[in-house]
């Protein structure tokens, strides 16, 4: 059954893949001088945080959750790094994650699978496994992960804190190394639904070093954030509930709309008529962007090198020393659906249900203000019980990934507790997801801040 976060022993939830402690006594020291001198300081001046190791930090190493990159110290800050020091936020560390962030329990990282707070014989969702861990187990009071199909959503979900997907575009991918381009984005965990907001409003705002990166501003996700709910519409999706969806999950999602509706809110029902597309789409779409960007990893330009007579076989032995099971299913999956004879029966067709799942959201934001769902089928399951079965594994992410291929943001929050179906005694965290349109980061905040 679940442990108290309290008498948890934290070195075994291995939520740190480095920890920066010198650094971090340093600068908080420096902040604390800067205090006393009267200096003007950051809005998060002293306050620690947690780095999602596929983000860049100079002087720091980045592993990516990959022997790939074992050693590799970038010279450079990502610029989510950058707005982070100009905030005087003190970095203790950076996080565990699957490797290359692709996966949904961090057991497929190169150094050990990270542990849930709340039962430690449990995973914590993932990618970003190791960020939510360190906030749900009392290790860090904010973090930082990223988001690609729901790796920011599920694990605060399985972890039982608020995390939240911005709009693409909105947050800048400079720095944070490459998986699926089009779907990237670095984004907020927090106890509360004021935290994240804070956190993000730090990070997010136009950069030129991102050829993505929108110009415009998004909205001011503080002005409203008390406003609640009396009078919006919220919609609930057909199809992200239902057959599919533990017991316990469906009852905690049902009182979550009760509660809303006790709140002042209308609950509208809505469909999303391609959403059952939406994950074989996405395990197209971002393979295919991965197998691009995984090509840089030749043994010449970073980290791992495994010595051969010749270049073609130097760089065959270090991507097959270098890259975990995983990433090798996702290069191959990807060089697949690009190969031409493939290209237009599979990335091209899945990059039209792109588009016609961008259209099903704007159908349904007519109806609804703001959208809402379970944010993962599941509680935190076993360590090991779906490593072994990749289509499992893909399944957890199905009422994440549709937001994903929209671009619109996403939250998840704490909405209750539930049992497991091994564990019918215990007591595991369920995520509610609300998501908005396109650069309505604001109107998510609103609704999560209300629920709260
Ligand atoms: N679980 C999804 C995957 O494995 C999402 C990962 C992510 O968002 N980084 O691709």
Redesign the pocket.
């Known amino acids: 059954s679940a442990s108290s976060p309290e008498d948890l022993d934290q070195r075994d939830v291995h939520a740190y893949l480095h920890v920066t402690a010198a650094a971090a006594r340093e600068h908080a020291a420096d902040v604390d001088r800067r205090r006393a001198a009267g200096e003007e300081l950051g809005p998060l001046a002293g306050v620690p945080l947690a780095l999602k190791d596929v983000l860049t930090m100079r002087g720091v190493p980045t592993t990516c959750g990959s022997r790939m990159l074992e050693g590799w110290v970038p010279p450079y800050d990502a610029t989510v790094t950058t707005r982070l020091r100009e905030a005087d936020v003190v970095v203790l560390g950076k996080t565990n994650m699957d490797e290359f962030?692709?996966?949904?329990s961090t057991e497929n990282s190169a150094y050990g699978a990270t542990r849930n707070p709340w039962d430690l014989g449990r995973v914590p969702g993932?990618?970003s496994g190791g960020s939510a861990a360190a906030v749900a187990g009392l290790m860090a009071p904010l973090s930082i992960g990223?988001?690609?199909?729901?790796?920011i959503r599920q694990p605060a979900a399985l972890t039982g804190i608020v995390g939240a997907k911005p709009t693409y575009g909105t947050v800048s991918r400079y720095g944070l190394v490459a998986?699926a381009s089009s779907l990237d984005q670095a984004g907020p965990f927090a106890r509360t639904v004021e935290d994240a907001a804070r956190l993000q409003t730090l990070i997010h705002g136009h950069d030129p070093r991102d050829a993505t990166s929108v110009t415009d501003t998004p909205a001011d996700l503080l002005a409203t954030l008390r406003d609640g709910v009396e009078g919006l519409r919220i919609g609930v999706v057909t199809e992200l509930q239902g057959e599919g969806y533990e017991p316990g999950v469906r009852r905690v999602f049902d009182e979550a709309l009760q509660r809303f509706e006790r709140l002042g809110a209308e609950i509208v029902e809505v469909s999303l008529p391609h959403a059952g597309y939406g994950l074989p789409a996405y395990y197209l779409i971002?393979p295919s962007e991965a197998s691009s960007n995984l090509a840089r990893f030749d043994g010449v330009r970073y980290g791992l090198r495994v010595d051969a007579p010749t270049a073609e076989e130097m760089n065959a032995a270090t991507r097959a020393a270098g890259f975990g099971p995983e990433v090798k299913r996702r290069i191959m999956i990807g060089t697949h659906a690009l190969s031409s004879g493939y290209f237009d029966a599979y990335y091209l067709q899945a990059s039209k249900v792109r588009t016609l799942i961008a259209q099903d959201f704007a159908d349904a934001f007519a109806q609804a203000d703001v959208l809402v769902s379970p944010t993962s089928p599941t509680v935190a399951f076993g360590l090991g019980d779906k490593s072994a079965d990749p289509l499992a594994m893909y399944l957890?992410?199905v009422a994440t990934v549709p937001a994903s291929l929209a671009g619109i943001p996403a939250l998840s929050l704490p909405a209750g507790t539930a049992e497991a179906p091994d564990a019918p005694r215990a007591s595991l965290p369920v995520g509610l997801q609300i998501m908005a349109p396109l650069l309505r980061d604001d109107l998510m905040y609103r609704a999560g801040w209300a629920f709260e």
């Open positions: 962030a692709m996966g949904s993932g990618s990223t988001d690609t199909g729901g790796s998986f971002a957890n992410d």
